[in-house]
């Protein structure tokens, strides 16, 4: 029992940190209706970010610190928003009115480009990096047995902070409202005087601010494809299935790994999207679509 | 090309690939080699245009039959290539029907949810099993895992690369134009519309995936009996990816562009190897000026999509203006 506990805590924070990842597929997709293959980058950019911030953030601030941590994430999360901002204005804009077809095909473009940018020795280089530490680190373990490490809390707070700010954001402010008129429907919300490419940036700046923030918290590169699995998974365009797609893989993933095979947790997320698309075709909490001829 | 271009041109392919293959050990082995990646590529090429290009369903997976029709096809002649050497040619061709029917079988697996899921669900859940059906060989001991396999005959010769792939032209012209095959066609074009016409689109995806994957597969025999090693990681997602840049490059729909796009696609990295390997261009001091290129060789390819798909979304060699709307 106390394993399956621990398992779970462990699945958790891998859940939540996908689940900030899958936000930033989601948002794009209510708002644009493609998927925006190149969000894994971002994250991955986020990263990388994070790298190579430490060491200079660490001449101002004490770095392994709470503080310190939270400045070299505000300012990763500010540069990986404007390079999505970027990319939105660069290749995908000019594409707005195209067949979605080609707009996909552009995106997976994108995201082979940063990645092969990033992989070029002149850049970062293909070798594997070791992520500094930037969170102070201690382990709290309970009568149970059961052991909490202090990235682990911090991953819960941070993930939780993120999601209530981003749900203050679109609920109760006015670029919210804007981005869920546009999501429901963009021409109606172009009549209504809502500067559509406005929202549009600031949509990809939050996605890619909150992939940022997930990937300073992983501290480590994953494939980007398991986050877009969780968006899909809770109903691609809502936020809360984002949420609640993420917490499922990041759990079954981690239970998966520890009970039966880790060889097989790649597969694992998969086999379980085909297996809801199969039963409830638009995801969990996706609303269905009708289409009218 | 309609459904008579396609007769004269199978049969005219057939003659030809016999021609150059009495005169294939006069040419240089590495183009040689070259030449079969290029007929495997215009097999796997025009089978994802059954898929994608003329039936409209979006499948991210190709890499997965792929792999099916290799590993199936590799097992068999590791298995039995060695009972007779009069018999070879028959346990090759076992091989590759083999790892064609049992690609086709995964593809009917892929084309049942199909039923269900349309546009970007679809896409995902092809990548998903394509995926999968990587994972499970990476798993699966008795062929190797993650270590990969040793094919023990490089069987793959210029005739029955570019055979198939005549063949699989052949066949997916044939099919798309005639009586039966318009219903591809109309339900790319609009989905309700042709059921509406009472065409059962179902029918027609699933055959769709099941034609293509059997392609797929037979390409895979014939890569693992021309590469004789393969592993899980050579068939995984940017595999899928390079097949759908080459439908999408030709146009989809459009077999002969394709074609075109399947052949330049083939021949830009070893066009690119060619250039870095430049020594000395008169005027310039440097040797090597051009060694850049091999660093930057996948940036190069990334970038060409991108510009690709910013002017020209409808191919290369597409003279219609947009397919898929």
């Known amino acids: ?293 | 090309m309609n459904i008579r271009h396609a007769k004269t041109f199978f049969l005219g392919a057939l003659v030809l690939c016999f021609l150059v293959s009495l005169f294939a050990n006069q040419i240089n082995s590495y183009w040689l080699f070259i030449s079969y990646d290029i007929g495997i590529n215009i097999i796997l090429a025009v089978s994802l245009n059954l898929i994608n290009g003329y039936t409209g369903q979006f499948s991210l997976g190709h890499a997965g039959f792929m792999a099916v029709g290799a590993y199936t096809a590799a097992a068999i002649t590791n298995q039995f290539g060695e009972l007779n050497p009069y018999l070879s040619i028959a346990v090759f061709l076992g091989a590759l029907l083999a790892g064609g029917l049992l690609a086709a079988v995964a593809g009917l697996l892929v084309g049942i949810p199909t039923l269900r899921l349309r546009g970007d669900y679809l896409a995902i859940v092809t990548l998903g099993f394509g995926e999968i059906i990587r994972v499970v060989f990476q798993n699966m001991q008795s062929v190797g895992g993650a270590r990969g396999l040793s094919v023990m005959h490089g069987w793959t010769n210029f005739f029955w690369a570019f055979g198939f792939a005549a063949v699989t032209v052949y066949v997916v012209t044939a099919l798309v134009h005639s009586t039966y095959g318009r219903g591809f066609i109309a339900v790319r074009d609009d989905e309700v519309a042709a059921s509406a016409m009472g065409i059962s689109t179902t029918k027609y995806k699933v055959t769709a995936f099941v034609v293509g994957a059997f392609f797929a597969g037979i390409a895979g025999g014939l890569y693992a009996h021309s590469k004789q090693f393969i592993t899980p990681g050579g068939f995984n997602f940017m595999q899928s990816i390079a097949i759908v840049v080459m439908v999408i490059l030709g146009g989809m729909g459009n077999t002969i562009g394709v074609i075109i796009a399947a052949i330049l696609l083939t021949l830009l990295p070893e066009g690119l190897r060619a250039i870095a390997d430049i020594e000395h261009i008169p005027g310039i001091v440097t040797a090597h000026p051009f060694v850049w290129v091999s660093d930057t060789r996948m940036i190069i390819y990334s970038l060409l999509l991108i510009i690709l798909m910013l002017t020209r979304p409808q191919g290369l060699f597409s003279l219609r203006k947009s397919l898929s709307k």
């Open chain 1, 1 to 293: 029992m106390t394993e399956f506990l621990q398992q779970l805590i462990n699945g958790l924070a891998l859940g939540s940190i996908l689940a900030l990842i899958a936000l930033g597929y989601t948002m794009v997709y209510g708002i644009l209706r493609f998927i925006n293959f190149a969000h894994g980058d971002i994250f991955m950019l986020g990263a990388f970010a994070g790298f190579y911030l430490a060491p200079k953030v660490a001449m101002f601030l004490p770095m392994p610190s709470i503080g310190g941590g939270l400045a070299v994430m505000g300012i990763s999360m500010a540069i990986c928003a404007v390079v999505g901002i970027l990319i939105e204005k660069l290749a995908y804009r000019p594409l707005r009115r195209s067949p979605k077809l080609t707009v996909l095909i552009t995106a997976i473009g994108v995201s082979l480009l940063i990645e092969y940018t990033c992989q070029n020795d002149h850049v970062f280089g293909a070798a594997p990096k070791s992520f500094p530490t930037i969170f102070p680190e201690y382990h709290i373990t309970q009568l149970s047995g059961l052991s909490l490490n202090s990235n682990q809390i911090i991953v819960f707070a941070v993930t939780l902070i993120l999601l209530l700010a981003l749900r203050f954001i679109v609920l109760k402010t006015k670029i919210g409202m804007a981005m869920r008129a546009l999501s429901f429907n963009p021409e109606a919300a172009a009549l209504m005087g809502i500067n559509t490419d406005i929202v549009i940036s600031f949509t990809f700046g939050l996605g890619s601010a909150l992939a940022a923030a997930a990937g300073i918290l992983l501290m480590g590169v994953l494939p980007g494809l398991k986050a877009f699995v969780a968006a899909v998974l809770g109903g691609i365009g809502n936020l809360p299935g984002a949420a609640l797609g993420g917490v499922i893989i990041g759990v079954t993933e981690t239970l998966v790994a520890g009970y039966i095979s880790s060889t097989y947790r790649d597969a694992i997320a998969f086999g379980i999207l085909i297996i809801i698309l199969l039963v409830k075709p638009s995801g969990l909490l996706g609303k269905k679509e009708i289409e009218k001829v």
